[in-house]
Every structure is written in C-alpha cells, then in structure tokens.
C-alpha cells in the first residue's frame, strides 16, 4: 500500500518494529536466525528464537495458553512463515456456494 500510494505522489512513512535478522549477533544461538527465517523446515525454532519473537501468548478459557507467534523483525510475521498451503477438499467451494 505504501508503495502504491508513494508512485501516486503521497509522502508515506513505514514503520517496523525489530531488527534486520541479517545484523543479529547472538553468541547462544550460533548466529543461525537467518536459517531459521528463509527455511521453512526451521519454522518451529524461528517460533522460540528470543531474538526475533514477541512470545504472545492467547489465553482460552482463562485457562490454556496458546502460543500465538508474531516476530520482532523486520517484516514483521513473515519472517515467521512456514509455507504450509492447506487446500480445502474437492466439493468444499460447491457446498459453499449452497450456503451463500
């Protein structure tokens, strides 16, 4: 959005909150962040990293915690993507259609 309104002749600010996960120093870590962040296999420790998590947690019920991930880097929660595609079954859209 920002871009688009930027060619269009608007002034725009961007705001990120976090550093750039190419200039995180971490000794405990191996300095592997980036790893973690541009492979998907490495989705779940990119979830734990200290350095690059917010650590939210959602509460349900009062009760359960539920880790709810959001990354303090920047782009935000796509550092964090796993690339999982989940792909409804094959008559999902037609019994959609029925019901709208």
Do not use: C
């Given at each position: 959005?920002?871009?688009?309104?930027?060619?269009?002749g608007?002034?725009?600010?961007?705001?990120?909150?976090?550093?750039?996960?190419?200039?995180?120093?971490?000794?405990?870590?191996?300095?592997?962040?980036?790893n973690?962040?541009?492979?998907?296999?490495?989705?779940?420790?990119?979830?734990?990293?200290?350095?690059?998590?917010?650590?939210?947690?959602?509460?349900?019920?009062?009760?359960?915690?539920?880790?709810?991930?959001?990354?303090?880097?920047?782009?935000?929660?796509?550092?964090?993507?796993?690339?999982?595609?989940?792909?409804?079954?094959p008559?999902?859209?037609?019994?959609?259609?029925?019901?709208?």
């Open positions: 959005v920002a871009s688009r309104l930027a060619e269009a608007f002034s725009t600010l961007l705001l990120d909150a976090g550093p750039d996960i190419a200039d995180i120093d971490e000794p405990s870590f191996g300095n592997v962040t980036q973690y962040v541009q492979t998907p296999l490495f989705w779940s420790l990119a979830n734990i990293n200290p350095h690059i998590s917010w650590d939210y947690k959602v509460e349900a019920d009062g009760k359960v915690e539920i880790p709810y991930p959001r990354k303090a880097a920047i782009g935000g929660s796509a550092v964090g993507n796993a690339m999982i595609a989940v792909y409804p079954y008559g999902f859209f037609d019994s959609l259609s029925e019901l709208t």
